[in-house]
């Protein structure tokens, strides 16, 4: 009986053999798989991560432009009031000329950056667009007519920068 336990000990090990080999094969083939995938991995999450401080860095830089824009338009205006202010030789009337033109200056920026007024008396009022601080019950407005305006509004396309402050008829 010894022998034949040994016949059956090298058969099944020779048996075994060949599968043990295709299983260290098939280990390594799936090592090299994974070594191959997480390379990937790390090369995307290396350029994801590149891409993610590029487009940091490029936000900080159209915000630095957007205000040295800005800041380059307003400038003027600001000279224009020190002037006024500091012009001791004026009388009321060039004041209020030198004011008006400031102003003027300063709604033409507006204007060209896109940005309109909006609340005039007489307007309907929208909730969207006017904070109603007051109410008035006259007959000489409409129903939830805007009487009278204490801030115009402000906006850039569809996107409210302020809304207006009114008084709200009836």
């Given at each position: 009986m010894a022998k034949k336990e040994k016949d059956i000990k090298t058969e099944s090990t020779?048996?075994?053999?060949?599968?043990?080999?295709?299983?260290?094969?098939?280990?390594?083939?799936?090592?090299?798989?994974?070594?191959?995938?997480?390379?990937?991995?790390?090369?995307?999450?290396?350029?994801?991560?590149n891409f993610r401080k590029r487009?940091?860095?490029?936000?900080?830089?159209?915000?630095?432009?957007?205000?040295?824009?800005?800041?380059?338009?307003?400038?003027?205006?600001?000279?224009?009031?020190?002037?006024?202010a500091f012009n001791a030789d004026a009388d009321f009337d060039g004041y209020k000329k030198g004011i008006e033109m400031t102003v003027n200056q300063f709604l033409e920026i507006l204007r060209s950056m896109g940005v309109e007024s909006f609340g005039a008396a007489g307007e309907s009022f929208d909730p969207n667009f006017h904070n109603g601080v007051m109410h008035i019950d006259d007959e000489n407005f409409g129903e939830n007519e805007i009487a009278d305006v204490f801030m115009k509004g402000y906006k850039i396309g569809d996107k409210v920068i302020r809304p207006a402050t009114v008084k709200v008829a009836n």
């Open positions: 020779e048996t075994t053999q060949p599968a043990v080999n295709e299983s260290v094969e098939e280990l390594e083939k799936l090592q090299a798989e994974y070594d191959a995938l997480n390379d990937k991995y790390m090369r995307i999450l290396a350029e994801y991560d487009s940091q860095k490029d936000i900080e830089s159209r915000v630095s432009y957007t205000k040295t824009d800005l800041l380059s338009k307003i400038l003027p205006v600001v000279d224009n009031f020190e002037r006024a």
